[in-house]
C-alpha cells in the first residue's frame, strides 16, 4: 500500500467558508459563493475564532517577548514600549561620548538600517534611538546622540520590530546581566496597590498586567535601579491572526481545521434560517469537536499546590 510522506497538509480561509456552507446545506460541492456572503462568513469566522482565546486556546498562541527595562521605572505601556520577540545584543567595545552618533561595536551582526538600537549608558539607563547605517561588522550610526556616556563594554541591544499589546501574561522572569532567570510573581490589581511604595528601588519581584484596550500596561515592583537588571522576559498570550484574504491560512495546529469548519457552520446557521432542530444538531458537534481539541491542546506539565501568605 502506498503511504504519502507528506505531512504539510493546510486549508484556506476560502477552503473553511466553502466546507462550513456546505455543512450548513445551502451550497453544493462546486457552487460558487457570492462575494457577500464570503465577507459576512468572514466576519464571522474573525470573530469566532477571537472569542475562543476566552476558552482557553492559548499554547500555541504564546510568545516569549523581551521587555527592556529603564530605572525607576513603574510602568510600560506593552505596545509602544520596547518590548521584542527577538534582539541582538552585542557591547560597546570603545567608550562612546555624551551626543555620540557613531558607535563602535564588539560586532554589527544582525543590525540593519532603521532597527531600534538601545546603548546601555553609564548611568544605567538604556538611550533608545534607531539604527542610521551599519557602515561596518563592528560600528553603526544612530539616528539620535546619546543622551550621555557609555564606558566600553556596555551592552547594546537591538531589533527590528516591537511586539504587540499581549492578550495576558502568563509566566515572567527577570534576566540579570549575565542572562541568568529569575522566577518573579505575577500579581493581581489589589495586591500591587497595597504596596506602600511602588518606587521601592531593587530587583523586579512582582508584575501586574492590565491589559486596557489599546496598549496593556505591565506594573513593575519594586523598581530596578538598572545596574544588574535590564530586561523581563514575559510568556505572553496573542489573538490568532486575522483571516485578511481567501488565500490566508488559520493561526491554528491543523488538527483543528475540521473543528473550525463545524463551528464555522454553526455560527452561520442561523443566518440561513436554518430550522432550530437542525442549528442544534450542528451546534452539538461543534462544541463537541471544541471541547475534544480544548482537551488536547493543553500543556503537558505537573501541577502543583500550596499555600500562600495573603498580606
Not at 28 to 38: F, M, N, Y
Not at 298 to 307: I, K, M, P, Q
Amino acid at each position: 500500500m502506498a503511504v504519502s510522506a507528506s505531512k504539510n497538509y493546510s486549508i484556506t480561509r476560502a477552503k473553511i467558508i466553502e466546507a462550513a456552507l456546505r455543512k450548513v446545506g445551502v451550497y453544493d460541492q462546486g457552487e460558487a459563493v457570492s462575494g457577500s456572503e464570503i465577507s459576512a462568513a468572514a466576519e464571522a469566522l474573525n470573530m469566532m475564532v477571537k472569542e475562543w482565546v476566552a476558552r482557553g486556546i492559548d499554547i500555541w498562541l504564546r510568545d516569549e517577548v523581551t521587555l527592556f527595562l529603564q530605572p525607576d521605572t513603574q510602568s510600560y505601556s506593552l505596545g509602544t514600549a520596547n518590548m521584542t520577540r527577538s534582539y541582538v545584543e552585542t557591547t560597546l567595545s570603545a567608550a562612546a561620548a555624551s551626543s555620540a552618533t557613531t558607535l563602535t561595536l564588539t560586532s554589527s551582526t544582525g543590525m540593519t538600517a532603521a532597527d531600534f538600537i538601545g546603548v546601555k549608558l553609564n548611568d544605567n539607563t538604556i538611550h533608545w534611538t534607531t539604527i542610521s547605517t551599519v557602515p561596518s561588522s563592528t560600528s553603526v550610526t544612530i539616528a539620535s546622540g546619546l543622551a550621555s556616556a557609555a564606558a566600553s563594554g556596555k551592552k547594546v541591544y537591538a531589533y527590528t520590530t516591537k511586539a504587540g499589546r499581549p492578550q495576558k501574561i502568563v509566566n515572567a522572569y527577570r534576566r540579570d546581566k549575565n542572562n541568568i532567570d529569575t522566577e518573579i510573581a505575577i500579581i493581581g490589581e489589589s495586591e500591587y496597590w497595597q504596596q506602600s511604595n511602588k518606587s521601592s528601588d531593587g530587583p523586579p519581584v512582582e508584575v501586574w498586567y492590565q491589559p486596557t484596550m489599546t496598549t496593556g500596561t505591565l506594573y513593575v515592583w519594586p523598581v530596578d535601579g538598572g545596574a544588574n537588571w535590564d530586561k523581563l522576559v514575559l510568556s505572553a498570550q496573542y489573538l490568532p491572526d486575522d483571516f485578511d484574504t481567501q488565500a490566508d491560512n488559520p493561526e491554528f495546529p491543523i488538527e483543528w481545521a475540521n473543528t473550525i469548519v463545524w463551528n464555522l457552520a454553526a455560527e452561520l446557521s442561523s443566518e440561513y434560517g436554518i430550522p432550530e432542530r437542525e442549528q442544534g444538531r450542528l451546534w452539538q458537534i461543534a462544541e463537541h469537536k471544541l471541547f475534544e481539541l480544548l482537551a488536547y491542546d493543553t500543556e503537558n506539565a505537573s501541577v502543583e499546590f500550596g499555600l500562600r501568605y495573603e498580606r
